[in-house]
Antibody, heavy 120, light 107 residues
């Protein structure tokens, strides 16, 4: 079955840009929407944005000015860039698949998550 | 942005008992509502989509209901593996938001 794996640095400095990649295995990235979600320590879940395999995107308005999500179909990967980092961006970052289920979308497959700490 | 409010924040239940979790949206969301279960150190797991449809492999003791702006997740007879945090999630106009979660703990 489809599996997702996040990868990227675990520690980044304030004001720098975070780059994470999600690799899709066991299936194709095509014809699906793919999303990034984060979870700050001890906090709930925050949707960051999504990308369609063709490249169309939509972002959380609260993060929109700092977020870019891109896709590389040849590598079966999609990526997240988050700029101007502060300590508030410290979180576990998840990638997930948006599946169309009986006329509703839901996040049916998730990666295990990668912990990102923003600190000098 | 649609705000999702879950209550209670924590519910204490004994194994075998019923638990009902609530989720209220700041406006109607036309059943574009999902429920997720999250255990420590694990990603969320999809339980319910479209407000009342169980995801693949989810036991029948989990059921979702509601409409408009008010939704519920019921666990009919709690098993030991059900103690976790539960999140509701909605999408509207291609923007997604989560509730803050309800922790189901053992009484």
């Amino acid at each position: 079955q489809v599996q997702l794996q996040e990868s990227g640095p675990g520690l980044v400095k304030p004001s720098e840009t975070l780059s994470l990649t999600c690799t899709v295995s066991g299936g194709s990235i095509s014809y699906y929407y793919w999303s990034w979600i984060r979870q700050s320590p001890g906090k709930g879940l925050e949707w960051i944005g999504y990308i369609y395999y063709s490249g169309s995107t939509n972002y959380n308005p609260s993060l929109k000015s700092r977020v870019t999500i891109s896709v590389d179909t040849s590598k079966n990967q999609f990526s997240l860039k988050l700029s101007s980092l502060t300590a508030a961006d410290t979180a576990v970052y998840y990638c997930a698949r948006l599946e169309w289920l009986n006329y509703y979308y839901a996040m049916d497959v998730w990666g295990q998550g990668t912990t990102v700490t923003v600190s000098s | 942005e649609i705000v999702m409010t879950q209550f209670p924040g924590t519910v204490s239940v004994s194994p075998g008992e019923r638990a009902t979790l609530s989720c209220r949206a700041s406006q109607r969301i036309s059943s574009n509502l999902a429920w997720y279960q999250q255990k420590p150190g694990q990603p969320p797991r999809l339980l319910i989509y479209g407000a009342s449809n169980r995801a693949t492999g989810i036991p029948a003791r989990f059921s979702g209901g509601g409409s408009g702006a008010e939704y519920t997740l019921t666990i009919s007879s709690l098993q030991s593996e059900d103690f976790a945090v539960y999140y509701c999630q909605q999408y509207d106009d291609w923007l997604w938001t989560f509730g803050q979660g309800t922790k189901v703990e053992m009484k």
